[in-house]
């Protein structure tokens, strides 16, 4: 649901990304890599959004 609000327009994307980002679990190698990517500030549309996470969970098994 969250997401579907955060493609509602472009001033809803700052208020939907606390939400969504808010709480990073990564409990694969897959969902790890996906989530360093955005970080790492190669996607321009997702630039700060470490400022968003609150907490993060990294599984032991990876």
């Known amino acids: 649901m969250l997401l579907a609000c955060s493609l509602v327009c472009r001033n ?3 208020a939907m990304r606390r ?3 808010s709480d990073v ?4 190698i897959a969902q790890y890599a996906k989530f360093a990517k955005l970080l790492d500030g190669s996607a321009q ?3 700060g959004l470490e400022r968003y996470v609150r907490s993060l969970t990294i599984s032991t098994e990876l």
């Open 25 to 28: 679990i990564l409990e694969s």
């Open 45 to 47: 549309t997702f630039e």
């Open 19 to 21: 939400h969504l980002f």
């Open 12 to 14: 809803w994307l700052t």
